[in-house]
């Protein structure tokens, strides 16, 4: 089986906006200058020019490159037609949100997050995806069913989401540890996490989702064994009295917090120096194999109290000017070769499923624990050999769910973490100091207003008094 290098950081730093410098608007102004002139003055330009450029918009190394390169010979023999491929890359899922949302950003095909794929949906930003190859095959059935099923519980206002979106890259958040200092006992739950033995070892992913679910799961864990609840019911808890909670748990938990991570938590394991880092399963895949070169030992649990599966999916925009690319460029991807090529790449798993990607997964001698995935590949991944890390076994995803965008909600959530982090002293006083900030704004340009018309006034009395001399 191929060894497989994680490129792509998955940071979900998930209510950021992107800060342009002054160059950039000022490059921007002067491209959309030079762009508008070519438009008035260039009688060839019309919209069959648009119908041969595709515009992508991707997570940064979420693509092998060769994948992306024969896309337009393929393309071309596939319709007859001459496609050029814009590629540009994005690293926060607001940021591309904002872009298409107030930017009406011309984007074909962009691969959000499901739970930013719950909230295009919720605002009309998305086309549906016409599968009318004509003689080419449909490969987006290839798309596993359990994947199909996950995205379809984003599906709001009458639109069935997998008539929107196609699941590209998907996994599980868990707890990652050294296994010379934590016992496997430990990770099979989320109080681990809070134990004090483990006081200053601990890394937590800086994701408000992440970590709001599994404060809630934590919190309610007999809730959950007596069935009073269910994971589902408890990750998309946005009531009040769940983000208090959540608050709560989460300032309880800081003792324990050596970091807040995005990124170096796989890297700070590897080198030994933190027990455990609550995690993204392709994350944990990384860390493992590069720890084990230089003799650290790390190994990754999913909590028996559950947790959360998290997917990236294919989407075109409404604002789309050449959505039938775009939906070619989709069903591309989903051919089996490809989604081995990118997973290779990329080191997370592709949602496809078929016999020659279980073929090439298998590997009993890495792998000698069968794995029970028949809910991924059907009654052929039964009993299996592969990476239990990347597929998961049943029994683990049955006690997994997909959190959802918290909606009108988000606010508040955020305003929490801003608390339980203490990066700064909550929305409500950062709203404040904005307005005390705009106020100043304001009042700052009516006095250079004012005294541009005492100046003015001062100029006008100068030449009146110029002419009234001359005229004496």
Known sequence: MNTYNIKKERGEKRSEYERRSISKISRWILHSSLFSLLFLFCSCYNKENREEILKVYNWADYIDEDVLANFPKWYEQQTGKKIRVIYQTFDINEVMLTKIERGHEDYDVVCPSEYIIERMLRKDLLLPIDTAFGKMPNYISNVSPYIVEQIDATSNNGRIAHHYAVPYMWGTCGILYNKVHV???????????????YQGKLLMKDSYRDSYGTALIWAHRKDLETGKVTVPQLMNDYSPAAVATVEKELKALKP?????????????????????NMTWSGDAVWAIEEAGKV?????????????????????????SRNPKAAAYFINYLCQEDVALANM??????????????????????????PVNLAYFFGEEGRSVHLNPIMYPDSSIVARCAMIHDAGDHTPEVLDMWSKVKGDNLGGGIVIFLLAVVLALTVFVAIKKYEHYKHRRLSRKHRRRHVIKVKNE
Request: aromatic share 14%; hydrophobic share 35%; charged share 25%.
């Open 183 to 197: 016992p496997i006992s430990d990770t099979q739950t989320w109080g681990t996490l809070w134990n004090r033995k």
């Open 256 to 276: 324990n917090i050596e970091g807040w991570e995005a990124d170096f938590g796989k890297e700070t394991m590897t080198k030994g120096k933190a027990y455990l």
């Open 295 to 319: 003799g650290v030992e790390l190994g990754y649990e999913v909590p028996k109290e559950g947790s959360n599966v998290w997917f990236d999916g294919w989407v075109i925009p409404k604002y």
């Open 344 to 369: 290779e790449t990329t080191g997370y798993v592709s949602s496809v499923a078929g016999k020659k990607v279980l073929e090439a997964m298998s590997d009993a001698e890495a792998y000698p624990k």
